[in-house]
């Protein structure tokens, strides 16, 4: 507890790097300069579809392109080890979901899970915690919404020189339903989650896993879209 005071009165008071433009800023709120804060709060959540689209991947809703304050705010969240954007940035992803899923109700929120690895890269499950501030925040707001985590991540090799077939056929094997996966409650939205859309094939895999188990997601949410798909 001590700790994270201090680190709440740091931000109030010591001049840190703003995770949005990299600059050093007095006053940030969560790391955040206002000028950043500005330009994520002006952004507005969007239809988006990779092209081409992986067979099995549900409807997409991206809150913005892979670029800006929003890139380099999710780089500093993800591999600069600056955690406390996780309540700020699950914020911007509730606002993401409840565009995807209009009055739906209940939701079922299903984040893409780490590998092993990139958990311990990244000192835990960074998309675990998006989706727990993401939950509070839609639970506010009058959402019924649980998070469950029914898929969990196999290790798997780089895809980075695979075209989309190849990342297709990786994503699919890169994942298995848990042996302990519950049921959906009766007429809930499964929603998946995850920070970063560029091919969808992680995500078609993952829908695809969840329906055989009579978990078909609706939709998916994410923060960003990388920039070569078409938008709604």
Partial sequence: ???????????????????????????????????????????????????????G????HALGSYGGPL????????????????????????????????????????????????????????LGRLARHCARRLDAAGWPVRVDRPVRALPRPDSVTLDSAGRAATALAAFRVRPDAGPVPPGATVVLLDDIVTTGSTLAAISQLLAVQGMSPSVAAVLAATEKRHQR
């Fill in 57 to 60: 991947l549900p409807p997409c």
């Fill in 71 to 126: 890139r380099e705010t999710l780089l500093a969240y993800k591999e600069h080890g600056r955690h406390g954007l996780a309540r700020p940035l699950g914020a911007l992803l509730a606002e993401v979901v409840a565009d995807a899923v209009g009055s739906a109700r209940p939701l079922v929120l299903v984040p893409v899970p780490d590998t092993p690895a990139a958990a311990r890269a990244r000192f835990g499950d960074h």
């Fill in 1 to 55: 507890m001590l700790r994270g005071l201090w680190a709440d009165l740091a931000d109030l008071a010591l001049p840190i790097e703003c995770a949005g433009c990299r600059q050093r800023r007095p006053g940030l709120r969560h790391g955040v300069c206002p000028h950043c804060v500005t330009a994520l709060h002006a952004l507005r959540p969007v239809q988006v579809r990779p092209v081409p689209a992986p067979v």
